[in-house]
């Protein structure tokens, strides 16, 4: 026995003392904030003032200096992160996983992310180009000297230097999770199950009652012209949407207040964009400092400038347009698959050799096909349609860079409202405030005009009409569908200073039936825009405070409608009880009550048997809304469903806590190693969550039975008073700023992320709130 136990307690310190030793080897090479290192590539010395957060702000001499310095610190503290991304933007991510992601890779490479960089590159302006480069000496000045992130020890991967192109990959990559293709093939699928008519049924349609972002009135656009008009002419047609399946359902939220509804008398700008939740995260936050450029705010480890943020005089934000900017179109190949069928004969179809190099295998080549309208994608197994080329707005050249650049140089509405008008993949919603105590709307980005032929009920352009127009892609051969131009900046939606005196943007609708072009029918559902209206509604003088606590809030519109739907059938099964909780629930996704467990169990149960036995493989939220609304659906009375539903749920969501059935959780991309995940902790969470999916603070799950769990949500807030920038407000990230799991600054804003707290990035130096400091010298100093 006592041989045993020496023997078990030997077991145990030699498993300690090899957890312990490969986490020492692992956390080798965080790197100290202070000091004073050699960076090729500046010069002149930059000075790297670190706040107890672990945010930098650069203070440089010249432009490139501080590029410079950005692409060294984005590398210092987030390589792995930025390699990842090129390797998933360039369609080589087998390299560093093996098998596993071939298939991941083949979809990528039909983007052509790396000639599209190409052609953008060759369009940037000397300035642009010189940004990127200095840029890319940063961060081969740290891959130089610097040790690696334990990522690359454990995979035994080391990274090959960063080219200035692979930037603009980064952020068409960002493009294409932002793009709106969400209906056409989940449609085009379900017509050939449900005919197109009653596949139609599943398609989205407008709330002429939802609020939009351009209030009614205020368009006041430019003259249309003939070939500018929706309305079809007789040598016309009308376009339909082309769509292809979302990745995930996009949320974000922005909002500006005048001066009239704040108490600092100047306005109020917030913006939080709901994204992916991951660790690292997605944004890094910095201050620069240099002439001609001073700005704080978040950058995209990888991109070269701030994103979104503020400077003394403007402040701006971002949420996703939702315009409609991927068509697919189906081409008719030859038998042999050499020619493809145009409008004027049949043309040579352009072959394009892949090669895609796999850890541990042998490579993989093999070739793809591109026609004019664009590459041919690869439809998923059993999926029997016609090949369809994609036509996407990101392929076309255009200088975001340069956008960038210029909103944070504006010093006004005019200056911003030039700069803005290049930004234009992806489109965004953006809004803007000023010192000057303006507020506006633009929508920025490229919109495509399609070209319409025909005329009366057959050149109807929404989707969901009776004839079910849409529910297929156009066809590649005929003139229908084509895209002619994009709008210009002048012709997409703007205004400023509304009467209302404030400015809501929430992946609604942008605009309503007075404007005559098309943007989109595929909308987030208007609930968190209706939420913000009426909270801001009230707060007549706004505050720092008082907006942070607005992007904190859980009441969800739909799940308090849909409670009362719940406590009839809760009552026709004799369940009294349950319909007066539900009666006096007011809609807060609170973690510990359990009104939000009920209603959302049993509205996902609900959807399946809505749509199992009609549409199983997709399930749009807009019209079971509508028809639960209506009470009935094609297919027949909801009440029914709506009890057997309740009944399915019961009785463990009527008792669990909703922080219980529905988590928060920020995974790591090997994280999903178990022994890693236990090893280093690279997840953060699962942590109760509250909220949902149509609340101001969204905590998004697609999980359709509980646990619910929620990896989308705020990437970032940031509130900022025009009346004080530097006095209150600030900015927060879900996780931290490192993206080494042995920093103690790699979860250090998770615990203020979910308390709402902010942090202040001020512009003033002196009031930086200085932990350390660093001096990077050029080379040979």
Same mark, same amino acid.
């Given at each position: ?98 098998? #596993? ?46 040790? #690696? ?114 108490a600092s008398g100047k306005p109020i700008l917030a913006n939080d964009p709901h994204l992916t939740l991951r660790v690292p995260s997605i944004w890094y936050l910095v201050g620069a400092h240099a002439p001609g450029y001073e700005v704080v705010g978040g950058t995209m480890p990888g991109i070269p400038l701030v994103i979104l943020g503020h400077t003394r005089r403007l402040a701006w934000g971002f949420t996703n347009a939702m315009v409609d900017d991927v068509d697919y179109f189906a081409e008719a190949l030859s038998r042999d698959s050499s020619t493809y069928r145009t409008a004027t ?219 009362? #739907? ?65 009470? #009935? ?149």
């Amino acid at each position: 026995m006592k041989r045993a136990l020496w023997s078990a307690a030997g077991l145990a310190v030699s498993v300690a003392l090899a957890v312990a030793a490969a986490r020492l080897w692992l956390s080798r090479g965080v790197p100290p904030l202070g000091g004073r290192e050699r960076v090729a590539g500046l010069n002149d010395s930059v000075v790297v003032l670190w706040d107890s957060l672990a945010v930098p702000h650069i203070v440089a001499g010249s432009g490139p200096d501080l590029f410079t310095a950005l692409g060294y610190l984005h590398a210092r503290d987030r390589m792995w992160e930025m390699d990842l991304l090129r390797h998933a933007a360039e369609g080589r991510l087998s390299e560093l996983f093996g098998t #596993r992601t071939v298939a991941t890779d083949r979809a990528l490479r039909v983007l052509e992310l790396r000639r599209i960089a190409r052609s953008v590159a060759t369009g940037l302006t000397a300035e642009g180009r010189e940004i990127l480069a200095a840029y890319a000496r940063g961060v081969n000045a740290w891959l130089a000297h610097g040790p #690696r992130a334990p990522e690359f020890r454990l995979l035994g991967h080391t990274p090959e230097l960063w080219q200035p192109d692979q930037s603009i990959e980064i952020g068409r990559l960002e493009s294409w999770d932002l793009r709106t293709a969400g209906l056409e093939l989940p449609l085009e699928r379900a017509a050939r199950r449900l005919g197109a008519a009653r596949a139609a049924l599943l398609a989205p349609s407008d709330e002429d009652s939802a609020p939009t972002i351009v209030p009614r009135g205020m368009w006041h656009g430019v003259p249309q012209t003939a070939s500018s008009r929706r309305v079809p002419q007789a040598s016309d047609a009308t376009p339909r949407r082309a769509l292809a399946g979302r990745s995930r359902a996009p949320a974000s939220n922005s909002w500006v207040l005048g001066p009239s509804r704040t108490a600092s008398g100047k306005p109020i700008l917030a913006n939080d964009p709901h994204l992916t939740l991951r660790v690292p995260s997605i944004w890094y936050l910095v201050g620069a400092h240099a002439p001609g450029y001073e700005v704080v705010g978040g950058t995209m480890p990888g991109i070269p400038l701030v994103i979104l943020g503020h400077t003394r005089r403007l402040a701006w934000g971002f949420t996703n347009a939702m315009v409609d900017d991927v068509d697919y179109f189906a081409e008719a190949l030859s038998r042999d698959s050499s020619t493809y069928r145009t409008a004027t004969g049949w043309a040579p179809l352009e072959v394009v050799a892949e090669t895609i190099a796999v850890r541990g295998g042998a490579p993989l080549v093999y070739r793809r096909g591109r026609t004019a309208d664009g590459p041919l994608i690869e439809r998923p197994p059993g999926d029997s349609g016609p090949p369809l080329a994609m036509r996407w707005v990101a392929q076309d050249v255009s200088d975001e860079f340069g956008a960038l650049l210029g909103m944070a140089r504006a010093a006004d509405l005019a200056g911003f409202s030039r700069a803005v008008a290049g930004f234009r993949s992806p489109e965004q919603n953006v809004v803007y405030a000023d010192t000057a105590g303006n507020i506006a709307y633009f929508l920025a980005g490229h919109v495509p005009l399609r070209r319409v032929v025909g005329d009366g009920a057959a050149a109807r352009r929404r989707r969901g009409s009776e004839d079910g127009l849409g529910a297929e892609p156009q066809a590649g051969w005929a003139a229908a569908g084509k895209w002619q131009r994009y709008l210009t900046a002048a012709e997409l939606p703007h205004f400023a200073n509304p009467p209302d005196r404030f400015i809501v943007t929430a992946n609604n609708r942008v605009i309503g039936g007075e404007y005559p072009f098309f943007l989109s029918d595929d909308w987030e559902l208007p609930y968190r825009a209706q939420r913000l209206h009426d909270l801001l509604w009230r707060d007549t003088a706004a505050t720092v405070h008082s907006v942070a606590r607005e992007q904190l809030d859980v009441v969800d519109l739909f799940c308090r409608d849909m409670a009362r #739907r719940v406590a009839d059938a809760a009552r026709a099964v004799g369940r009294r009880d349950l319909a007066d909780r539900l009666g006096a629930w007011d809609g807060t996704m609170a973690a510990d009550r359990t009104e939000p467990t009920l209603v959302w169990s049993w509205y996902r149960a609900l959807e399946r048997r809505v749509y199992d036995a009609v549409s199983p493989d997709y399930r749009p939220a807009a019209p079971l809304h509508r028809w639960l609304a209506q009470g #009935r659906s094609p297919w027949g009375d909801m009440a029914p469903l709506e009890r057997a539903a309740l009944e399915q749920v019961l009785p463990g969501a009527a008792t669990t806590p909703w922080g219980k059935a529905h988590y928060t959780i920020q995974r790591h991309p090997l994280g999903a190693v178990a022994a890693l995940r236990w090893l280093v902790g690279f997840d953060i969470g699962p942590e109760p969550s509250a909220g949902g999916n149509y609340t101001v603070n969204v905590a998004t799950s697609e999980d359709s039975v509980a646990p619910f769990e929620s990896t989308w949500g705020p990437s970032l807030r940031h509130v900022v008073d025009l009346g004080a920038v530097d006095g209150a407000g600030g900015f927060i990230l879900p996780t931290g700023q490192s993206g080494h799991p042995f920093s103690p600054h790699y979860r250090d804003q998770a615990g203020r992320w979910r308390r709402g707290e902010l942090w202040l990035l001020p512009l003033e130096l002196r009031r930086i709130r200085v932990a350390a400091r660093l001096v990077l010298v050029p080379e040979g100093r």
